[in-house]
């Protein structure tokens, strides 16, 4: 769980194992009862695509060397407050943030 005011930012913390070259990450937030919606995608640093409404204030590198992929949420709203997902392609494993 991690918690910032307003206005701030925070990055949400992910890290994967795979033994595969090409690894495909996914960010997705989960608001109340609502299903998971997309941020956002990364196979290689910056490259992948983010979803339109996410493409202001929402950021990740994929370091396949530390076999990370932060996401960096900047000037916080109080409608950022959800639970985030990481999820890895090929693999379905999932780690879940609440923020």
């Known amino acids: 769980e991690e918690t910032a005011a307003a206005g701030g930012t925070v990055t949400l913390g992910c890290l994967y194992n795979s ?3 090409t690894n495909y ?15 956002l995608m990364r ?3 910056d490259d992948g695509n ?4 996410f493409k202001e204030r ?3 590198t994929l370091d396949s060397s530390s076999r990370s992929v932060p996401l960096k949420i900047q000037k916080l709203q109080l409608s950022d407050s ?3 997902y ?3 392609q090929p693999t379905s494993e999932l780690q879940s943030l609440l923020v």
Do not use: H
């Open 58 to 60: 929402f950021s990740s």
């Open 82 to 84: 959800a639970v985030y």
């Open 43 to 45: 196979y290689s640093g």
């Open 50 to 53: 983010t979803a339109e409404e």
């Open 19 to 21: 033994s595969t070259t």
């Open 86 to 88: 990481c999820a890895l």
């Open 25 to 39: 990450l996914f960010w997705y937030k989960q608001d109340g009862n609502n299903s998971p919606k997309f941020i």
